[in-house]
């Protein structure tokens, strides 16, 4: 009996110290909220004080990234219990929300800055499109030398990406108010309604209708392993209603967090005058570390299906959904938002979209196509400090 009361504590014990070890970033974002909440006047109050004004933008940053995946892990869970197509929309969600979070933040401290959306939605862009994609056709085809797709799959996201990239990134350059729609009501309306529908239409065509578009060709590889997988993720994570309220009291704390991380961005592209689109950068790359990470780990594990899925995903719904969100705070705040990309920006956006269309125009990948668009990449990180 006392043999049997002992385990008892010990798995219970294991249990407690996994569970506080598996939300340890959610912890340290709400220490760290508290931190700042009470001492922000101090930490705050000489930021041209450079080495404590670094330390503090690595703290949040790198706690904020930290609660940005948790919040992916427990929206993966989420999804994973509610099945199609609501699973795809918590993801999409609880990451949109993290960006336009920051976004927000940034965009209503200070100084008006219009361009900041264009820059985090066209960073978002290059970093999916060609870093992501890249990264992950080379990691795959170094140790599977081709990998197969779902060509019918690509082709969808890709056909709805470089219409809704252009009508957004590029039309308005070319308008009568350009760069920036918010100055008119109804063309506020036409970019912010037009982005929901494409993406809206897409996700019943993924979720429901066409679903096999977006699987794992034939059926074949790792998705018969990858099904006991999924059930023992979603067995081993607990309770459905556990893992709704720690995605959104993480969330919670990020969307806090976000507004002390912008005085620090702000002051950085203000008084230290650093280029613009650092600041667009910095927010892709807070929203889209999770996904690069899962991407990758798909390639390596040669379902390039999966990493496909999220690659593309990642840019369709930074411009399907994050686009309409600045338009509308900018609307009721009053502050402009500039979408038009500028043409030297236009050219490798045209060209980025030319080439993912070439990459995949056929079933097979190959190392020589993530190479392209890892050096696309390079080219877009050189113009932004030399443009």
Not at 167 to 172: D, K, R
Not at 321 to 342: F, K, N, Q
């Amino acid at each position: 009996m006392k043999q049997r009361r002992a385990k008892r504590k010990q798995t219970e014990s294991r249990g407690l110290r996994a569970t506080l070890a598996a939300e340890a970033p959610g912890l340290a974002g709400l220490a760290t909220l508290a931190i700042v909440y009470l001492f922000h006047e101090r930490l705050f109050a000489d930021l041209h004080n450079y080495p404590l004004t670094i330390l503090l933008f690595l703290w949040l940053f790198g706690t904020l990234l930290w609660c940005a995946f948790s919040v992916v892990r427990h929206a993966d869970v989420v999804a994973e219990h509610l099945g199609e197509p609501y699973g795809t929309l918590v993801l999409t969600l609880s990451v949109i929300i993290i960006e336009v979070s920051v976004l927000a933040s940034v965009m209503l401290h200070g100084d008006n800055n219009p361009t900041l959306a264009r820059d985090a939605m066209f960073a978002t862009l290059m970093i999916a499109l060609n870093f992501m994609v890249g990264a992950a056709l080379v990691m795959g085809a170094l140790r599977y030398f081709e990998q197969e797709y779902n060509l019918a799959g690509a082709r969808a996201y890709l056909a709805v990406i470089a219409a809704l990239a252009v009508f957004t990134m590029v039309l308005p350059r070319y308008m009568q108010t350009e760069p920036d729609p918010s100055q008119a009501p109804y063309q506020t309306f036409l970019f912010a309604a037009i982005p929901l529908l494409f993406y809206s239409v897409f996700l019943i065509i993924q979720s429901v209708r066409h679903g096999a578009f977006f699987a794992e060709p034939g059926h074949r590889g790792n998705t018969a392993a990858a099904k006991p997988e999924r059930a023992h993720h979603a067995a081993e994570d607990g309770l459905l209603a556990y893992h709704v309220v720690m995605l959104v009291a993480t969330l919670i704390v990020v969307v806090l967090l976000a507004e002390y991380l912008a005085v620090i961005i702000d002051f950085g592209l203000e008084d230290l005058d650093l280029p613009d689109a650092i600041g667009g950068v910095l927010i892709a790359i807070l929203v889209l570390s999770p996904e690069g990470l899962t991407a990758f780990q798909a390639a390596l594990d040669n379902r390039l299906q999966r990493a496909v899925n999220v690659c593309l995903g990642s840019a369709l719904a930074t411009i399907g959904l994050t686009v309409p969100a600045v338009l509308i705070i900018g609307l009721i705040t009053g502050r402009e938002v500039h979408l038009g990309l500028d043409p030297v920006e236009t050219i490798l956006l045209l060209l980025t979209l030319f080439i993912s269309g070439l990459t995949f125009g056929g079933a097979r990948t190959n190392v020589l196509q993530g190479v392209v668009h890892l050096a696309l990449f390079i080219v877009f990180v050189a113009l932004i400090f030399s443009p």
